[in-house]
Structure formats: C-alpha cells, structure tokens
C-alpha cells in the first residue's frame, strides 16, 4: 500500500472558539516500533474536545500548537511498526488514543497499539467511532463502584455520551438504574434500560433518589455535594467532572487548575469522613478493555447512540454543536 506523503488535519494555531479549527495539509504522521497507523473513517467529537480548544484546560493538558484535536478513532490500518503484532494492514479498528499526540481529526493517526481493537462487525465506522472514550470512562466508573446485580444506581445526565453508555453497562450488571434527562430524551433512555427517567426541568432529581449503592456525576460538580445525601454508608460517588473552565475563567488557567484540584481533594476528604467512597476518575483502559466490551457489541446489548453525524469540512459547526449542548448521544466527525 502506497502512502500519501501529507494529509489533511483539523488543527488549532491558538486556543479559542470553534472557528480556530482548520482544515490544513500535514506532513503524515511518524511510525514508531510500537505504533499503528489508521486511516481514519469517523472520529468523535467530545465535550473534552472542546475545553481543550477553547484553552480553558490548558492549566492540566498543554498542547505544543498548532494541534490537531480528537480522542476517538475508527478507521483502517494502513501501516504498522515493526513491534506490533496483534494488528495487520487491513484490519479494521477503533479506540481512544490519549491527548499527548496529535489526534484523529484528521486522515490518519499514529497511535500506539495498546489503545485499539479490532472494531465489531456489527458496527459501522460511524457508529464505533462513538463507542471507545465514553464506554471507557463508563465501564472504568462502574468497576471502580463494584456495581453488581440489583444495586440501586444513579446516572446523573443520563442523554450524553458517558451517560447513554453508562445505563447500558450498568443494566448488563443488573443494575437498578436512574437517570435525569428532559422529556424529549426519556424514551430513548428506557429503551436503553433506564428504570426511572426523571424529567429535570421540572422535578428535582435528588428528592427522587435515596439510599444509593452508587451515583455517577457527570456533569457538574455540585452534583457530587448532592451525591453524599444520597448515597448511603458504604456506597460510591464517581465523579468525573474537575470543573477546571469554570475556575479557569475566574483564576486563569494555571491557578483555577490548581483551586480545581483543591475542590475536588476536599471533596473526597468529606466523602470519607462521611463514610462514603469516591473517585475522581479520568478515563483509563484501552483496546484490552473493548476488547472485554466486545460481546455486547456484537449482540446489539450495547449500542452506541449517534446524535448527528458532520462531514470533515463541518468540524466547526461540529464543535458549535457540542457547545450548544442537548446532543442524545454521540456527535461524529465522518472523514472517509
């Protein structure tokens, strides 16, 4: 297979609003020994994505600009390093590579082989691109929580990404699962498995919820102080926001980074002293995980949610959309 000698990427030159992406000839991604090349079919867009561009995260992920944006892949393997042994040219794959290299809005990406799996054959490249981050983050949360069978469990915003993939996790463990959402979403999140949708706009979603084995905080962090009149002794409180922009507009991004973290180390502190466990979680894993997530992929028992889906030329009003919020799902980046 011969290989283009440049490519094109959606990259940023300074942070910014959504209009900073362009849409720029590259030189082609290097190889290393242990690296797979993928020429990338659909990436996902990510409310991540967008903090990053908007420089409201610098304070915890410095990026060397110009970047090119983008944590979850699918697509073809077009080249392989010498090390590499489980995937071959041709192979169709899906993960979520890490911020530190540049990422997969763009034709091709390197990214390390421990992060990719083979992609299910069930899905298409438009629907796994929605898959690896979010059911990452989801299934690292619910193990950290030991969620078994017949716990009572609380999936905050239940329409997003994390969270549509979160019920259907938690419900393959046999989960008694609620969630928040508005009206518009609530049958999409029964036909997922949610057991009680509560309508956020007009009922308060805490007086609904009591003696919980485990609540997942994904949006907001006042959620979590909420969370620990919820959760019973003994129970867990996954939290999986840091709400670093928000402080990052108040202290600039270095020092709201660091009253972010405080924040959060004093929450987890109380949650203890309370008798609760808590995490701050980022998202961990990698192919050996989808790998393990496979199975219900395959099934149909998972599946991902796709909101909208944006030609690459549209990267912009791709990451509008994501700023404007009340996506169900996944929004996806279609490349190829």
């Not at 019920?167 to 999140?189: E, M």
Request: with cysteine.
């Amino acid at each position: 297979m011969t290989l283009p000698s440049t490519m094109r990427a959606a990259r940023i030159h300074r942070y910014g609003p959504p209009e900073v992406l362009q849409i720029e000839s590259v030189p082609m991604p290097t190889l290393g020994p242990d690296d797979v090349l993928v020429e990338v079919h659909a990436a996902a867009i990510n409310v991540v994505d967008c903090k990053i561009r908007s420089g409201r995260q610098a304070g915890v992920v410095r990026l060397s600009l110009p970047w090119t944006l983008g944590l979850d892949v699918s697509g073809v393997v077009a080249a392989i390093g010498t090390s590499v042994r489980r995937f071959q040219v041709g192979d169709a794959v899906y993960g979520s590579p890490p911020h530190t290299r540049p990422g997969t809005y763009a034709e091709y990406v390197a990214v390390a082989a421990d992060v990719l799996a083979l992609k299910p054959a069930r899905l298409s490249h438009i629907e796994a691109a929605g898959v690896p981050l979010v059911a990452l983050t989801a299934w690292e949360a619910l193990e950290v929580g030991d969620v078994a069978a017949g716990q009572q469990v609380l999936i905050v915003a239940g329409a997003g990404g994390v969270g549509t993939m979160a019920i259907q996790l938690a419900k393959v463990r046999g989960a008694i699962v609620t969630t928040a959402a508005r009206p518009s979403h609530a049958a999409l999140l029964r036909s997922l498995g949610a057991d009680k949708v509560v309508d956020f706009e007009r009922e308060d979603l805490w007086a609904q919820v009591h003696d919980l084995d485990f609540a997942l905080c994904n949006v907001g962090h006042g959620d979590r102080e909420r969370a620990l009149q919820a959760v019973r002794r003994g129970g867990t409180i996954v939290s999986l926001v840091a709400d670093i922009p928000t402080y990052a507009d108040r202290y600039g991004p270095t020092l709201g980074a660091v009253v972010a973290g405080a924040r959060i180390g004093a929450f987890l502190v109380r949650a203890r002293l309370t008798g609760r466990r808590a995490f701050q979680l980022t998202r961990s894993g990698g192919g050996r995980m989808l790998r393990r997530l496979a199975p219900w992929l395959e099934s149909g028992v998972v599946r991902p949610v796709i909101d909208e889906v944006f030609p690459f030329e549209q990267v912009v009003a791709a990451h509008r959309a994501c700023e404007a919020g009340g996506a169900s799902g996944k929004l996806i980046l279609q490349v190829r």
